[in-house]
């Protein structure tokens, strides 16, 4: 493998995980700097707040060019926080850019992602559309043949242990995670057993604050039709090497780590748990 471009939103642009001057590391940094070898290369195009259309118009092109030899893609979270959010319509949509990447000749990542309603308003809502999003995801991953990270079935992050405190993001240790189920999927580690973790409650008081601080904002961007990502440009916009702010300050606290994805070849049998179980902006 010489190559690695992650497309995404905020999951993949590492928001969550800050190194000292500002900007973001996360699990795709975590997974290139143990992918590299001396050549290795790797872009990361991913914009917080991106959503589905704007990573299929912005990023696969720009990921097509480069001629990489592994592709993520983990994008239609943003989407599924929306009003009016349809993955019927996205289904095929979301087809033709898999197969563009993969008629690119390169081997792609895709992600099952974890359960957000287990801390985040509206349950009812938003649990059937995270189940459609990832139906959707194991369809096409099957049929193109691509590998398949099932970060749905590590009930770890059903906790609030790997998440920022916005409840949206992953932490430090939660892009270290991330990085090791991508890692066990690729063939680039061992899987450890899967942690069992209970689910940890909020008190109420917890709660209001966190609608205070995180939500209220969230919401209104929503009404004004602004994004966490305007003005905001890749953070590694070429194929380059170097790793050295990667290295491995999240992995301090890796007890918890463990990675359950697997690849799934077109004409097999669905990966993961069908009908189950986003990353946020």
Do not use: C
């Not at 190559?3 to 940094?29: H, I, M, N, Q």
């Not at 480069?66 to 926080?81: E, H, K, R, T, W």
């Not at 079935?153 to 270290?176: I, K, T, V, Y």
Request: charged letters at 25%; proline letters at 7%.
């Amino acid at each position: 493998m010489t190559s690695f471009v992650a497309l995404g939103d905020s999951f993949t642009e590492g928001v969550g995980d800050p190194l000292p001057d500002g900007t973001f590391r996360g699990w795709a940094d975590l997974v290139a700097a143990d992918l590299s070898s001396p050549g290795f290369g790797y872009a990361n195009l991913a914009v917080r707040g991106r959503r589905f259309d704007d990573v299929a118009a912005e990023q696969v092109e720009a990921a097509v060019a480069m001629s990489p030899s592994l592709i993520s893609v983990a994008a239609g979270g943003n989407d599924a926080l929306r009003r009016g959010f349809d993955v019927a319509a996205m289904h095929d949509r979301f087809d033709r850019v898999v197969g563009r990447l993969r008629a690119s000749g390169a081997d792609v990542v895709l992600f099952r992602f974890p359960d957000m309603s287990v801390r985040l308003p509206l349950p009812r809502v938003l649990r059937p559309r995270i189940i459609a999003m990832n139906d959707l995801v194991t369809e096409v991953a099957e049929r193109r043949g691509t590998y398949l990270v099932d970060l749905f079935g590590d009930r770890a992050f059903d906790g609030h242990e790997l998440w920022s405190e916005d409840r949206l993001h992953l932490n430090p240790l939660g892009h270290r995670r991330v990085a090791d189920h991508v890692l066990a999927t690729l063939g680039r580690a061992a899987t450890p057993p899967p942690a069992d973790l209970p689910r940890s409650r909020t008190a109420l008081l917890a709660d209001l604050r966190w609608a205070a601080t995180y939500l209220t904002p969230w919401l209104r961007r929503r009404l004004t039709g602004r994004s966490s990502g305007d003005g905001i440009l890749p953070k590694r916009p070429v194929l380059t090497g170097g790793f050295e702010h990667v290295r491995d300050r999240a992995g301090e606290q890796g007890d918890l780590v463990t990675g359950l994805g697997r690849r799934t070849p077109a004409g097999l049998g669905p990966a993961g748990r069908p009908g189950e179980g986003l990353p946020g902006e």
